[in-house]
T-cell receptor, first 112, second 111 residues
């Protein structure tokens, strides 16, 4: 979507390896989010950020860490990937926590 | 505990007819509700929202109804078109808290 890009779009990695997904925005929105989408679970929040260096956990944060050193970039790191982390990951941005969020196109991650 | 539930994983509707997607929630403090639409290999896109001070909001072919006493939200699409085939997510928030999403309903419009 215009204003928000995710990289990579697809990634296959081995169990136990570290993985970093990147979200980049050009909208200067304060809030950024990482979600994962899994069949039967919908969209679940992993972590979110409400400003540079300000982050908080979502409902499925175990095994993930995030960093936001600049307004425009929000990184999601899997320190040691597991097969249960195979999923589609979406980044989203919004002007406030309550406003509707704009989503990126997603990253399909496969852990083998 | 799933606070926002979409109990129908899938729905098929004839083109031109009305599509009704349902969503139930358990948190009575939710005061803002949204619907998102998602095509394969794309991110969800915002469709329509409603505040708890209203019971209906309309935008073209899309209308969202809110029944606070029943803790029930529905999205009506009239008339349904083939391009409406997608997965629809409802979401809710309390105050300034982050959104909680449902599990989604896959809508298929039959030509």
């Amino acid at each position: 979507d215009a204003g928000i890009t995710q990289s990579p779009r697809h990634k296959v990695t081995e169990t136990g390896t570290p993985v970093t997904l990147r979200c980049h925005q050009t909208e200067n929105h304060r809030y950024m989010y990482w979600y994962r989408q899994d069949p039967g679970h919908g969209l679940r929040l992993i972590h979110y950020s409400y400003g540079v260096k300000d982050t908080d956990k979502g409902e499925v944060s175990d095994g993930y860490s995030v960093s936001r050193s600049k307004t425009e970039d929000f990184l999601l790191t899997l320190e040691s990937a597991t097969s249960s982390q195979t999923s589609v990951y979406f980044c989203a941005i919004s002007e406030s926590n309550r406003a509707y969020a704009t989503f990126g196109s997603g990253t399909r991650l496969t852990v083998v | 505990d799933q606070q926002v539930k979409q109990n129908s994983p899938s729905l098929s509707v004839q083109e031109g007819r009305i599509s009704i997607l349902n969503c139930d929630y358990t948190n009575s403090m939710f005061d803002y509700f949204l619907w998102y639409k998602k095509y394969p290999a794309e991110g969800p896109t915002f469709l329509i929202s409603i505040s708890s001070i209203k019971d209906k909001n309309e935008d073209g072919r899309f209308t969202v109804f809110l029944n606070k006493s029943a803790k029930h939200l529905s999205l009506h699409i009239v008339p349904s078109q083939p391009g409406d085939s997608a997965v629809y997510f409802c979401a809710a928030s309390e105050g300034n808290e982050k959104l909680t999403f449902g599990t989604g309903t896959r809508l298929t419009i039959i030509p």
